[in-house]
């Protein structure tokens, strides 16, 4: 793995931890830090040895969004150019910070965010791509586009609808609101709250013990058609988790878990 400037990561016991690590900056999302998310994620699909993924951040808060240098930086660089290419150029850059969110969704291992303190406009956006929420108490969350003038372009609009219900995100990304974290797992965005920012961790650590337990396969698989499914009409996904588990059901990974479940003993699986 890549050495990072702007987050940590490191594996145990097949968990890969992935830490937001600007806490000066309040894990502001710069440049840097937005590319090395994406690498991190495509890194973190493609070694056998991770099952799991836990995101959290450094220092007080989550994530207070995208960094103010970034934004300034984009239009220095595009408006230097010329009309047309300077709209073509800043469509490309906004692509590029939607395909580093769009790299924990693509990633095909479960990523759980742990979220404490503030998360606000891209740091909302990056748990939205996230496969499960949890939080502490004292967290608080805001699309706080709307307040910079700035429509959320990077996956809050898209994929909160999805979780929340359409009428509740309106009402978040036209006001730019603070939602705290009980307020956040009553709609159905946190799964679960946890008293401090430390139990938070523990909790969200064994649950994730508990997935990198399973078969990597059939887990992979259930991502995979879950995503599908949320894309595609019922019958649409009937089809394809037969064609899936057609080749899933015959592995040995399947094997091993039955065999296991009759010999009362913890299944083994390899990566």
């Known amino acids: 793995m890549a050495d990072f400037t702007c987050l940590t990561s490191a594996v145990e016991g097949h968990i890969l931890h992935i830490q937001l690590y600007r806490p000066q900056k309040a894990n502001a999302l710069n440049g840097v830090l937005w590319h090395e998310i994406r690498q991190v994620f495509v890194w ?5 040895e991770v099952r799991v993924i836990l995101l959290s951040g450094a220092g007080k808060y989550f994530c207070a969004g995208i960094d103010f240098e970034l934004i300034g930086t984009v239009f220095e660089e595009v408006n230097a150019l010329a009309p047309g290419r300077k709209e073509e150029r800043l469509r490309q850059l906004i692509v590029d910070l939607q395909e580093a969110f769009t790299a924990l969704e693509a990633c095909r291992k479960p990523v759980l965010a742990a979220v404490h303190g503030l998360c606000l406009g891209a740091g909302l956006d990056l748990i939205a791509a996230c496969d499960m929420r949890y939080a502490s108490r004292e967290a608080k969350f805001s699309l706080k586009e709307v307040d910079l003038g700035i429509v959320a372009d ?21 006001t730019g609101r603070e939602m705290e974290a009980g307020e956040a797992q ?12 430390q139990e938070l961790l523990a909790g969200v650590r064994a649950l994730a013990r508990t997935i990198a337990a399973k078969s990597p396969l059939t887990v992979r698989g259930i991502k995979e058609v879950m ?4 894309d595609h009409s019922v019958a649409d996904g009937l089809r394809y988790v037969a ?3 057609s080749a899933l059901l ?13 010999e009362k003993r913890p299944p083994e699986f390899p990566d």
């Open 44 to 48: 973190a699909d493609r070694n056998p």
């Open 250 to 262: 015959l592995s040995a990974d399947c094997q091993e878990a039955v065999l296991a479940a009759m």
């Open 243 to 245: 064609a899936l588990n």
């Open 186 to 197: 009553s709609l159905g965005l946190v799964n679960r709250v946890f008293d401090n920012p």
């Open 154 to 174: 990077v996956g809050s609009l898209q994929r909160l609808p999805r979780l929340m219900g359409e009428g509740l995100v309106r009402e978040l990304a036209f």
């Open 227 to 230: 995503n599908y499914n949320r």
